[in-house]
């Protein structure tokens, strides 16, 4: 067996390049001369920061868990109010990928909803084919940006 992560998502690492392996000492020998022509080691600054989120970082952990999981619901509720907006149900990511009806070019209506009520989503099609007609929304902002987001959003979706 062999388990893999990393400490980008889960304590709000990303970026850093961070994670981490356990498995059987004979595949962690072949890992690391895999991993050794890539790249030498994780800068020691965010090697750091890794032990630290492994030792002490539970608690703020399980706070953030929770900031989220209101987050998503009060997004989620907000979308499925917008006469069109689809909503799947998400569970383990921050993010939330609602079908907007009659959306055909992703890119375009991010584009537009970013120019005129500075609100940036990211384009359904940038993930692929079959992302097109939906957005992806981070719901990881403070509610104080995600309130005024969601309405921009919705009055955007009223305009067009």
């Known amino acids: 067996m062999i388990a893999v992560n990393s400490f980008s998502k889960s304590y709000c690492m990303t ?5 981490w392996l356990v498995s059987r000492p004979d595949l962690i020998r072949k890992a690391t001369q895999l991993n050794e022509f890539v790249v030498s080691h994780a800068p020691s600054m965010a090697q750091k920061a890794g032990e630290i989120a492994l030792r002490d970082g539970e608690a703020e952990l399980k706070t953030m868990v ?7 619901d009060f997004v989620r509720e907000a979308l499925r109010q917008m006469p069109g907006v689809t909503v799947p149900q998400a569970e383990w990511a921050f993010y939330l990928f609602p079908k907007i009806e009659g959306l055909q070019d992703s890119f375009e209506f991010c584009r537009q909803l970013l120019l005129r009520k500075k ?6 099609v940038a993930f692929g ?11 990881a902002a403070d509610r104080s940006v995600l309130e005024p987001a969601v309405e921009r959003l919705d009055s955007f979706l009223g305009s067009t």
């Open 15 to 19: 970026g850093w390049r961070l994670g």
């Open 129 to 139: 084919e079959g992302g097109e007609g939906s957005v992806r929304i981070c719901y």
């Open 66 to 72: 929770e900031r989220l999981k209101k987050n998503r």
């Open 119 to 124: 609100v940036g989503l990211a384009p359904g």
